[in-house]
């Protein structure tokens, strides 16, 4: 009796020495070989969803808008085309005469003001500009500030409810963040395109004493004046130029930082 009592404690002491002896075990031997619920364990720090940045181009989008500009057709510059007896006799139909349509992108940075930034490119020479808004609103916009040595102006719209995207620090980027380049490429509409950082106080050319944030994001034509924005849904530049021997996207772009488009913005809403 007291044989049997005394074999219980001692056979149980000896399973519990197993059972961790077996899990140091388990620990040590590679994942493949740990039991098929280890190896589905998932690795730390690696992401197990798709990657998507569908979530910020929603909270961004809709601050970037169209920009339509009337402007005077060339023909109608010229003071011997007035003449339609000239026209005809060159052969030049009465359209040339009409106001030329051109499109370009821009972002709003103010909603209490209703500032919107573009390229000065964009709106030179208008006679009326008109801001398309991705909620379907179109509305007249009229210049508040220029600068055209940035390449930079600013004009302003009056609604309710408009959106708006936050200026960032242009100064804290670096070589390989991600941005996203938000615009009106060809006229075709709202289009996303993302890519890194792949220079920063970049010159176009030699001498030059304007500084871009240059991006792989592709920009194309009608992609001036819109957004280059980074993973915390900032603007960090306005879309400008790219460098293509065919005006077509070689992963080539230029933004204007967001710190020199701040003292630009600032500087109209002063001057209101």
Request: glycine content about 10%.
């Amino acid at each position: 009796m007291t044989s049997r009592s005394t074999s219980a404690p001692v056979l149980f002491l000896l399973l519990l020495l197993a059972a961790i002896a077996g899990g140091v075990v388990a620990q040590l031997l590679p994942i493949g070989q740990a039991g098929a619920d280890r190896a589905q364990l998932p690795v730390k720090g690696v992401a197990t969803d798709p990657l998507t940045l569908s979530p910020l181009v929603q909270a961004t989008s809709p601050a970037v808008v169209n920009i339509a500009v009337t402007q005077p057709s060339p023909a109608q510059q010229n003071p011997l085309l007035q003449d339609p007896f000239f026209r005809q006799y060159m052969g030049i139909p009465d359209a040339a005469l009409q106001p030329a349509i051109s499109a370009g992108s821009g972002v709003i940075v103010d909603a209490a003001r209703g500032l919107v930034v573009t390229n000065f490119h964009v709106v030179r020479n208008a006679t009326a500009v008109e801001v398309g808004l991705k909620d379907g609103r179109k509305l007249t916009a009229e210049p508040v500030g220029f600068a055209p040595n940035l390449d930079l102006a600013v004009l302003r719209i009056r609604a309710r409810d408009l959106p708006a995207l936050t200026l960032g620090d242009s100064s804290k980027l670096a070589v390989g963040d991600y941005v996203l380049a938000i615009g009106n490429p060809f006229g075709l509409g709202q289009t996303v395109t993302a890519g890194i950082v792949s220079a920063t106080d970049r010159g176009l050319s030699e001498g030059d004493p304007r500084r871009f944030v240059q991006t792989d994001a592709p920009i194309n034509p009608g992609n001036s004046g819109g957004a280059l924005v980074n993973t915390k849904g900032q603007v960090i530049g306005i879309n400008s130029a790219l460098i293509s021997p065919n005006q077509g996207n070689v992963g080539i772009g230029f933004a204007i930082p967001s710190n020199v488009v701040r003292e630009i913005v600032e500087q109209a809403a002063r001057g209101e």
